[in-house]
């Protein structure tokens, strides 16, 4: 509690008042103010009972604020927290909304001066925002950039004694749940896979994605020592990100990423073989040594020449949960959350289907479907042989 004293003396006739002194955390020095007009000695000593804290506590704060405090100053602050707690990826994304979203319209803004006026002026700014192709910003990243800015205020309310959030006072920018993500049957990624055949590093990139479920960071992190093809496991350490023209592998997107995932058996013999054929591959080497714009490249490619509807990356990671919910009976909501790293699930959850089997049985449902895939391409191969041959 607040270094503070406090008594309570009748005045006047019938009138009574609470001295109070308190030390001023700045100067360190005591201060000593009163409050007065209580009618009745009970009025009194409530109020220095319940509400003398919160006004000290008060007090103190505006005694330590600095009103010359600017956004940019609060906003470097800010960021340097940040980069102490959040992976490199996290923090650049969020300096990139900062920059270009927010201290263009508040920079030199002083902090404690910040209305809620401000606020839904910029939002306004916001929401007549444009991308580059003309299209306005998505819901979602609206509020993202919201957030962003409430984040840095918050920051200051916690560090810097601001009375409170003014982003809080307002109605929220955006949505936080985007339009129904469209994602791939079997069917259609099969198609789309058939395309790929020609090129074979990008053939079993997609593989991996599509019947393991994993982010394409992750999937660009893979080294022949993440796998155990004793067991048909892969194991997710590290996800990859290009950051400043260097290739990076950092930590995955939260700890319950690092995860195991068994791998249909067909699969694992297709990725067995594929790293045999890599020449002078080390245990520490990228199996798929390319950038997310080379995968996108090939994405574009495979739609245009299967027909398939274009979707984007990270969507064949939702059709993979999709499959697991909708035709892999052995597939709970438990198993898919861990299997997929999904943070909802605790560390000591995430790793309980390893132990008891749920895993392994989805991926032998999952081998079912491929080795049905390679049963239907084997017979159209046979029967395009015959057709040539009469």
């Avoid at 022949?224 to 260097?246: A, E, Q, T, V, W």
């Avoid at 049985?361 to 040539?388: F, H, P, W």
Wanted: aromatic fraction near 10%.
């Amino acid at each position: 509690m607040s270094n503070y004293k406090s008594s309570v003396h009748k005045y006047g006739e019938n009138k009574y008042r609470v001295d109070f002194s308190y030390i001023d955390p700045e100067t360190q020095t005591r201060k000593r103010t009163c409050k007065r007009g209580f009618k009745l000695l009970r009025e009194a000593t409530l109020w220095e009972k319940q509400e003398l804290p919160k006004l000290i506590k008060e007090l103190e704060q505006e005694e330590t604020l600095d009103e010359n405090l600017t956004m940019k100053e609060l906003i470097d602050e800010y960021m340097q927290f940040s980069r102490l707690r959040r992976r490199e990826t996290t923090a650049d994304n969020k300096q990139h909304i900062i920059d270009t979203k927010i201290i263009p319209y508040f920079a030199n803004k002083k902090v404690y001066e910040i209305t809620v006026n401000d606020v839904r002026k910029w939002q306004d700014i916001m929401l007549s925002s444009k991308k580059k192709d003309g299209t306005p910003f998505a819901e979602t990243y609206l509020r993202a950039i919201s957030n962003q800015l409430s984040a840095i205020l918050n920051y200051a309310v916690a560090y810097h004694n601001l009375k409170d959030n003014p982003v809080l006072k307002i109605e929220r920018l955006g949505k936080k749940d985007g339009p129904e993500r469209d994602f791939w049957t079997v069917d259609e990624y099969n198609r789309f896979i058939e395309k790929l055949e020609d090129s074979p590093l990008l053939y079993y990139a997609f593989e991996i994605l599509f019947w393991c479920g994993i982010r394409e960071g992750e999937l660009l992190a893979l080294t022949p020592s993440c796998f155990d093809f004793n067991k048909n496991l892969l194991h997710i350490r590290n996800s990859y990100y290009r950051r400043k023209g260097k290739d990076t592998l950092g930590d995955t997107k939260t700890p319950s990423s690092q995860r195991v995932c068994t791998m249909p058996s067909t699969l694992a013999e297709e990725i067995k073989e594929y790293i045999s054929s890599l020449y002078g591959a080390k245990p520490d080497t990228r199996i798929f040594p390319y950038t997310k714009k080379k995968l996108y490249s090939a994405l574009d490619r495979g739609c245009e020449l299967s027909g398939v509807k274009r979707i984007p990356i990270h969507s064949i990671r939702h059709s993979n949960i999709t499959l697991l919910e909708n035709e892999i009976g052995s597939a709970t909501t438990k198993a898919i959350s861990s299997r997929c790293g999904h943070t909802n699930t605790k560390m000591t959850l995430h790793y309980a289907h390893i132990y008891d089997g749920t895993d392994l049985k989805i991926a032998n449902e999952l081998d079912e479907l491929m080795k049905g895939r390679n049963n239907k391409c084997q017979q159209k191969t046979m029967i395009e042989n015959s057709v040539s041959e009469a």
